[in-house]
């Protein structure tokens, strides 16, 4: 299941993967049960018709599992995805008999999506579809109960991810950071055997389709030869990675002042120190990182909180509770309402009873009004991203979404709280799954989310089959593109910053918040699949899992652990996309695709001036341009769909260089006389 819905359209096959060779006895009488003399056009518009009718049945059973982990909703999950992957190799099967026959582009399109659809690439053999579709879901359930336990007894406590990346974000204890960052990776331990297993299976599947194996599947879905993309993400790579190392050495520095020798590893950030816990995103470093205190105003996060505390006092008012102490006041009117009740003085013995009733019942009352102020604010900063895509002239989300969609973490089940957008029917049922709590990175990742669903509904007009992005990382570069548009002044307009801010204080303050969460995920967003890929081909073996991840994340990012990570850990199992079984190349590519789009976006809104200063906010010309693009979900190469909106058939980080130019100018002032960059081979991550 990838977090944005049923695993469809991975993106088109234009390169080398052929199919022969592949074709067990079953796969065979699959292909015959297709009906005699159909056409290769006709055999499309059936499975697209077949497809769409089993869908709703997949992603419901996905989305009971996703937000109600137990067995029984597993099993169904499990069940169903094994229903679906068995009929998709039947299509895949069925689908050889029209290679070499006259089709039409569409239909020749249409199947070689067919066979990249799934990221889980399923065996023939029924006995390890179905372990690999229990493995799957398993390892998703593992991961959406993990939970990070202390003490015995009565002091048992237990904490799932939200809350240890709470203390990353906000603890600046050198200590409490450590056991909050290993504690997290401590839940991945067991995962490793079911990984390892989960990877000989999707090979298996991989190998079943005539590909070398999963990652040549996943590379095979760019328009181009699967043996490019390394090539491609690294040309991108080598463009930004100057800009990288200049903001990797501005942290390092910081981190030294804040912590003296231990701010580093050998010239490596340390990982448990970066404000979270894969150290992709450094946004919650502000405190340590900001250049200019306070010029700009730009603490995003505070505003929010404040707008929440704002509702559950508006709600405690109502409910006339005292907003200080709302507990004793709930406590002292639970009291008196029993003992108005009881109609009599109580004994000693009622007295007792009173109280741990009203006590109990003030917990419930305070805890209720928590939930339902939390709720509120969800839904008003959801409501606050979708006013921005209706600003472009997009339409409303349907009614549904508010009704059907998860925004907050349940207090009573395990949820899968990594946040994910679902369309579960093709035709307007489309969902979001988040457990927002109020600040800066759940807000930019609602209008993250939304932008999948406005790719949705825009192009579920499209025949099922080219229901997807042009390619994955159009998919993930949508919401980001309306999250480059959130200009100073944009969050001025709605209330979450103050001030003025025009001048160069507050433009290196506003580039270096853009940058923590953009610059700084670069390097992670190409290791995890540079680590993958290693799996798949066999060239790490599970005996090195451990070491090879951590020298990617020396060479790539520059970061190192505290202490030596050994085989006894897991460390990619903590990281969602590695048990969820998300390929993450499309991060990468959308880190510099949403720069392109959003500096198209800018041109057709007629702004002038530097490229980040612009916001489209409102500007309905720009809204028709990003429409028609979403519009052509994946019927097309996407080559084609980048110059529809951009003018230029290729992936380029000249739009995100010439954003940051004056960050850059201005960090490398700043690194004057540091010995910058970092040796990869220096780190010791294992012993
Ligand atoms: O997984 C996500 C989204 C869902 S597609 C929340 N992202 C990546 C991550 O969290 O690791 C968005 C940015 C990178
Ligand atoms: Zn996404």
């Keep these: 299941m990838t977090p944005r819905r049923l695993p469809l359209v991975l993106s088109v096959c234009l390169g080398a993967a052929t199919l022969a060779g592949c074709g067990s006895d079953d796969a065979k009488k699959e292909a015959e049960a297709s009906p005699k003399g159909e056409t290769a056009d006709a055999f499309i518009a059936r499975v697209n018709d077949e497809y769409k009718a089993m869908y709703p049945e997949i992603t419901s059973a996905q989305w009971l599992s996703a937000t109600y982990i137990n067995d029984d909703s597993q099993r169904i999950a499990a069940k169903a995805n094994e229903r679906y992957l068995t009929q998709l190799n039947a299509w895949i099967a069925q689908s050889r008999k029209f290679e070499g026959q006259k089709m039409t582009p569409a239909t020749a399109r249409a199947i070689a999506l067919l066979k990249l659809s799934s990221s889980m690439p399923a065996p023939h053999d029924p006995a390890k579809l179905s372990e690999l579709t229990r493995i799957a879901t398993s390892l998703e359930g593992a991961y959406g109960e993990g939970a990070y336990c202390t003490g015995e007894g009565e002091a048992r406590r237990c904490r799932q991810l939200g809350e240890l990346e709470d203390v990353l974000r ?228 349907p009614e549904s979404y508010w009704s059907k969609s998860q925004f907050l973490k349940p207090r009573d089940r395990n949820v899968v709280c990594h946040a994910s957008a679902w369309d579960m029917n093709m035709e307007g049922d489309v969902r979001t799954k988040m457990c927002i709590a109020p600040g800066e990175e759940d807000f930019t990742t609602i209008y993250h989310e939304l932008g999948h669903l406005y790719y949705d509904l825009a192009y579920n007009p499209q025949p099922p089959l080219f229901q997807g992005g042009a390619n994955d990382g159009f998919h993930e570069a949508i919401g980001d593109t309306i999250v480059l548009a959130m200009t100073p002044d944009y969050l001025r307009s709605i209330g979450l910053a103050q001030g003025e801010g025009q001048d160069q204080q507050a433009l290196v303050n506003a580039q270096m918040r853009m940058a923590l969460a953009k610059v700084s995920f ?107 693009m979403l519009g052509k979900g994946a019927s097309q190469p996407w080559q084609a769909t980048l110059k529809g909106m951009t003018g230029s058939d290729r992936m380029d980080a000249g739009p995100l260089l010439e954003y940051f130019a004056p960050l850059q100018g201005w960090l490398k002032q700043q690194n004057e006389g540091q010995r910058c960059g970092w040796q990869a081979s220096t780190a010791k991550p294992t012993p």
Excluded at 257 to 267: E, I, L, T
Excluded at 335 to 349: F, I, M, N, V
Aim: proline share 5%; aromatic share 12%.
């Design 170 to 397: 906000s603890s600046r204890d050198y200590d409490q950071q450590l056991d909050a960052w290993q504690g997290w990776h401590s839940v991945a331990i067991p995962m490793r055997q079911e990984y390892s297993r989960f990877a000989e299976l999707v090979n298996e599947g991989s190998r079943d389709m005539g590909f070398a194996d999963t990652g040549e599947l996943w590379r095979s879905g760019y328009d181009m030869a699967p043996g490019e993309v390394a090539a491609e993400t690294d040309r991108l790579w080598n463009q930004v990675k100057p800009l990288y190392e200049q903001l990797h050495c501005y942290a390092r520095t910081k981190l030294v002042a804040q912590y003296g020798a231990r701010g580093q590893v050998d010239g490596l950030l340390p990982a448990h120190l970066m404000g979270n816990m894969w150290q992709q995103d450094w946004s919650n470093l502000w405190d340590l990182l900001q250049p200019y205190p306070g010029a700009g105003s730009l603490d995003i996060g505070s505003a929010l909180r404040t707008q929440a505390d704002a509702e559950y006092e508006k709600l405690l008012t109502a409910a006339k509770l005292d907003t200080q102490d709302p507990f004793e006041s709930a406590r002292d009117g639970a009291y008196a309402t029993q003992l108005k009740q009881l109609g009599h003085a109580p004994s000693d013995e009622e007295r007792e009873a009173l109280s741990r009733r009203a006590y109990d019942t003030a917990i419930a009352q305070v805890a209720d009004l928590r939930q339902r102020a939390d709720l509120a604010t969800a839904k008003a900063m959801t409501a606050r991203a979708q006013d921005f895509y209706t600003s472009l002239g997009m339409p409303k989300l």
């Design 522 to 628: 670069l390097p992670f967003g190409l290791m995890i699949d540079r680590w993958r890929w290693g799996v798949f081909d066999g060239s790490i073996k599970p005996d090195h899992y451990n070491q090879a991840w951590w020298q990617l994340k020396a060479q790539y990012q520059g970061v190192a652990p505290a202490s030596p990570r050994d085989e006894t850990f897991f460390d990619a199992g903590a990281k969602y996309h590695v048990p969820g079984n998300t390929p993450y190349t499309r991060y990468f590519m959308a880190h510099i695709l949403q720069f392109q789009f959003y500096k198209a976006l800018c041109d057709a809104a007629g702004h002038t001036g530097p490229l980040n200063q612009c916001s489209f906010y409102g500007n309905k010309v720009a809204g028709q341009k990003f429409w028609a």
